[in-house]
């Protein structure tokens, strides 16, 4: 249930109009912006696009995140809205005869059941605010905190400005004149391990 729990607060902070929207895309801080949750690979992420001002948007989405848990509620129609837009990414693997049979084959392959699809959609209807709360808490609290893996991406211009502002918030950025340079530095220490 985490995995769908934290994939029903993933479409919950990324909905059109919703609450993350208001507080970033509504103030101007950043065009797009994404919570991504990857249980295949055990990953969340919260991404954002086309910033204006970076660090704001990262403080008002950590803020977002805290007064939610502070006061404890989520909005119901918006809960079943996320529980929608869940539901309807397992519905779509089943579109065409193709696809239906390629789910399938991946659930056997994994060793799942037939109808595991229709288990999770069961599952999905089942998930309460309370346990909502709890994976918010759990999973995506870290993400704003000094413990998360932030990266910045951003004009030569802007980081200086960018590492100050994040530093001000808590977090301290490690900065990376070349990506291609680091990344490979992080090959050979994947190798000498």
């Given at each position: 249930a985490s995995d769908l729990s934290s994939g029903i607060n993933a479409e919950y902070g990324g909905q059109l109009e919703g609450v993350l929207w208001k507080q970033i895309r509504g103030q101007g801080f950043?065009?797009?912006?994404?919570?991504?949750?990857?249980?295949?690979?055990?990953?969340?992420?919260?991404?954002?696009?086309?910033?204006?001002?970076?660090?704001?948007?990262?403080?008002?989405?950590?803020?977002?995140?805290?007064?939610?848990l502070k006061e404890g509620q989520l909005d119901d129609t918006q809960i079943e809205?996320?529980?929608?837009?869940?539901?309807?990414?397992?519905?779509?693997?089943?579109?065409?005869?193709?696809?239906?049979?390629?789910?399938?084959?991946?659930?056997l392959h994994r060793g799942l059941p037939l109808n595991n699809d229709s288990l999770v959609l069961t599952k999905i209807s089942g998930i309460t605010e309370a346990v909502l709360?709890?994976?918010?808490?759990?999973?995506?609290?870290?993400?704003?905190?000094?413990?998360?893996?932030?990266i910045v991406c951003c004009p030569e211009n802007k980081k200086d400005e960018?590492?100050?502002?994040?530093?001000?918030?808590?977090?301290?950025?490690?900065?990376?004149?070349?990506?291609?340079?680091?990344?490979?530095m992080l090959d050979e220490r994947e190798k000498d391990s």
């Open positions: 950043a065009y797009s912006y994404s919570l991504f949750n990857s249980p295949a690979s055990g990953s969340l992420a919260f991404y954002l696009g086309r910033a204006t001002n970076v660090s704001k948007a990262y403080l008002v989405a950590k803020e977002t995140i805290e007064g939610i809205t996320a529980k929608g837009a869940l539901a309807y990414n397992f519905i779509d693997k089943f579109a065409t005869p193709c696809s239906s049979a390629n789910t399938n084959i991946t659930n709360l709890e994976a918010c808490k759990k999973y995506f609290q870290p993400l704003f905190t000094d413990a998360a893996n932030v960018i590492s100050g502002d994040m530093s001000s918030i808590g977090l301290n950025l490690n900065i990376v004149e070349d990506v291609e340079e680091y990344i490979g």
